[in-house]
């Protein structure tokens, strides 16, 4: 007995798709072994490449240890010396104890040395302090008996140094007492601040 066309044809069609489906397995079969055999032939590549770099990395090491030579640093930077200037430290003034023609020169020295370190006496009481640590005797006696440690910052120090020239600068205090008399002489005698008489026969 016969079998019936369609199911010979649905026989046939199923072979045939069996036989696409085997060969198209087969292909992508094929492909993952080509790919396979690629990651293997890069992985052994890398693997060669990682051992001669450590091949080298041991060279270079046994290079360097056999010669003893550092690794070479930079170089420094030189630069030309400036000049140097040696500051000339002159010593402090000399003790003062009011001796008459010394007084110009103590406040002159004294002036000198605030100009020097004018970091070191920027008010006017680090100045009077100065000065009064130099006093000795009756110029001492004099800077106690007109100032102290609590009025101290109340003075001003153009105003101790010009008290100070009256009582210990004899030519300041003759300058004074001249000019002083001239002043008196100008008041008491104001006609010869007056213009001369006019000349006989003028009217």
Not at 14 to 19: I, K, N, Q
Not at 66 to 93: H, K, L, M, N, Y
Not at 124 to 153: C, F, M, P, Q, T
Request: aromatic letters at 6%; hydrophobic letters at 35%.
């Amino acid at each position: 007995m016969s079998e019936p066309s369609g199911l010979v044809d649905s026989a046939a069609q199923l072979r045939t798709a069996v036989t696409e489906q085997g060969v198209l397995l087969g292909r992508h079969n094929n492909a993952l072994q080509a790919m396979q055999q690629q990651q293997s032939e890069l992985t052994q590549s890398l693997s060669e490449l990682s051992q001669q770099l450590k091949e080298i990395s041991a060279k270079i090491k046994l290079s360097a240890a056999g010669t003893g030579t550092p690794a070479a640093s930079p170089a420094p930077v030189t630069t030309s010396p400036s000049p140097s200037f040696r500051e000339v430290i002159s010593p402090p003034p000399e003790p003062f104890s009011g001796e008459q023609g010394k007084c110009r020169g103590f406040l002159l020295q004294c002036a000198l040395v605030f100009g020097r370190s004018p970091q070191s006496f920027r008010d006017d009481a680090s100045k009077i302090s100065y000065v009064v640590g130099l006093l000795r005797g009756k110029a001492l006696k004099w800077a106690e008996a007109i100032i102290n440690e609590s009025s101290v910052h109340r003075y001003s120090y153009d105003d101790f140094i010009e008290s100070f020239k009256q009582v210990f600068d004899m030519a300041a205090s003759r300058e004074d007492a001249s000019k002083r008399l001239w002043e008196l002489r100008q008041v008491d005698a104001p006609s010869t601040c007056l213009p001369p008489p006019p000349a006989a026969g003028h009217k």
